[in-house]
Antibody, heavy 117, light 110 residues
Framework: EVQLVESGGGLVQPGGSLRLSCAAS????????MTWVRQAPGKGLEWVAN????????YYVDSVRGRFTVSRDNAKNSLYLQIDSLRGEDTAIYYC??????????WGQGTLVTVSS | QSALTQPPSASGSPGQSVTISCTGT?????????VSWYQQHPGKAPKLMIF???KRPSGVPDRFSGSKSGNTASLTVSGLQAEDEADYYC??????????FGTGTRVTVL
């Protein structure tokens, strides 16, 4: 059974940093693209970033490029999202998802990031 | 990377059909057959319902179907059931390994 479990969310002040993690199991993590998607409270889904299986290529939505860094550790079956220079508009639930071809077939339950002073 | 346009709401009585549109541009929806649809119940993670415009993952009822014409994709839910009441989001590949979601549609079963 495929499982994705996010962690690392919490309350952080504007300008602060946070590192989100996603622990994967039930599939061959090292051969699959992975994606981060976020959802602000009461709002829609927004694709944030994805990463190739070997971590060599990473892609970001314009609004986070330069502040967010996606990475992975295939030996630990883990995906990460380093979020720096946090802003109020980054407040959201962050989901990791397996990125299979051009769609997202398995999702975690999400971790909430709240940016507030 | 502008969000795809969906109607905010749609509704139907049990047993009826509802169709949700998802309008983009020739750079996303119109340019690729890589439209997917996701169902999200309140407080839950999204669930894949349709991929590559028309394909259903195993376990998704055949009441759910997808189509595309030009820059607009559509999701149709036939034979509406109470459990279909949820938010639905389209997504499209937008080139250069980027993706864009729709604005979301809340489906209400009357």
């Amino acid at each position: 059974e495929v499982q994705l479990v996010e962690s690392g969310g919490g309350l952080v002040q504007p300008g602060g940093s946070l590192r989100l993690s996603c622990a994967a199991s039930g599939f061959t993590f090292s051969t699959d693209w992975m994606t981060w998607v976020r959802q602000a409270p009461g709002k829609g889904l927004e694709w944030v970033a994805n990463i190739k299986p070997d971590g060599s290529d990473k892609y970001y939505v314009d609004s986070v490029r330069g502040r967010f860094t996606v990475s992975r550790d295939n030996a630990k079956n883990s995906l990460y999202l380093q979020i720096d220079s946090l802003r109020g508009e980054d407040t959201a639930i962050y989901y990791c998802a397996r990125h299979y071809f051009q769609y997202f077939d398995f999702w975690g339950q999400g971790t909430l990031v709240t940016v507030s002073s | 990377q502008s969000a795809l346009t969906q109607p905010p709401s749609a509704s139907g009585s049990p047993g009826q059909s509802v169709t949700i549109s998802c309008t983009g541009t020739s750079s996303d929806v119109g340019g690729y057959n890589f439209v997917s649809w996701y169902q999200q119940h309140p407080g839950k993670a999204p669930k894949l319902m349709i991929f590559e415009v028309t394909k259903r993952p195993s376990g998704v009822p055949d009441r759910f179907s997808g189509s595309k014409s030009g820059n607009t994709a559509s999701l149709t839910v036939s034979g509406l059931q109470a459990e279909d009441e949820a938010d639905y989001y389209c997504n499209s590949y937008a080139g250069s390994d980027s993706y864009v979601f729709g604005t979301g549609t809340r489906v209400t079963v009357l």
